[in-house]
């Protein structure tokens, strides 16, 4: 069965600083791995995923994230902290199947915050 | 632009209630998915769907139903709604693909009384 495990619950980090957001994950077979962010009263959206192209994935407002298959991991970075990154940061598998019912597994989430 | 509708931003309802969430897509996709959201627990899957009339149990589905009778609508019932099942509720679709993204509503925010 498939899980996540977000390793930190909450991250701070000063303006201008490197972000880095743990997430590691358990498969069964070969997932598609996703980052989502939900800022204070808004809906998710998607930052970037990972479906078994490039290892080092690049999303929207420069996040990134690489899928590291022998420490079943998908860690998300950023070089430098603007304040409007300040969130909560969800990292979700979906096993790598196309069969009806692949659902999406949500880690208990990361908040993010960014002093300035 | 894609879009996942919920019926209502905000409901209170009281204890013992039958309530009725539905949700609403305009993408044609084929799974559809009720999660709800507790701080502290992320989003938890209480059914989800990969057809009209099909449905599958999520990891907390107690207290709870599904209906899927046309593609786009998917509606969560409670079928007597309790104060522990205050929280907020999120409906998202995605395209039956291991690399489809999902796309969320805005979210219901129950209060049960």
């Known amino acids: 069965a498939q899980s996540v495990t977000q390793l930190d619950s909450h991250v701070s980090v000063s303006e201008g600083t490197p972000v880095l957001l743990r997430c590691n994950y358990s498969s069964s077979y070969s997932p598609s791995l996703f980052w989502y962010v939900q800022h204070p009263n808004k809906g998710l959206q998607l930052l970037l995923k990972y479906t078994s192209a490039a290892t080092l994935v690049k999303g929207i407002n420069g996040f990134e994230a690489e899928f590291k298959k022998s420490e079943t991991s998908f860690h998300l970075t950023k070089p430098s902290a603007h304040m409007s990154d300040a969130a909560e940061y969800f990292c979700v598998v979906s096993e790598g199947s196309n069969q009806a019912g692949t659902a999406l597994i949500f880690g208990k989430g990361t908040t993010l915050s960014v002093s300035s | 632009d894609v879009k996942v509708t919920q019926s209502s931003r905000y409901l209170v309802k009281r204890t013992g209630e039958k309530v009725f969430l539905e949700c609403v897509q305009d993408m044609d996709h084929e799974n559809m998915f009720w999660y709800r959201q507790d701080p502290g627990l992320g989003l938890r899957l209480i059914y989800f769907s990969y057809d009209v009339k099909m449905k599958e149990k999520g990891d907390i589905p107690e207290g709870y139903s599904v209906s899927r009778e046309k593609k786009e609508r998917f509606s969560l019932i409670l079928e007597s709604a309790s104060t522990n099942q205050t929280s907020m509720y999120l409906c998202?679709?995605?395209?039956?693909?291991?690399?489809?993204?999902?796309?969320f509503g805005q979210g219901t925010r129950l209060t049960v009384v």
């Open positions: 998202a679709s995605r395209l039956q693909s291991r690399n489809g993204e999902a796309f």
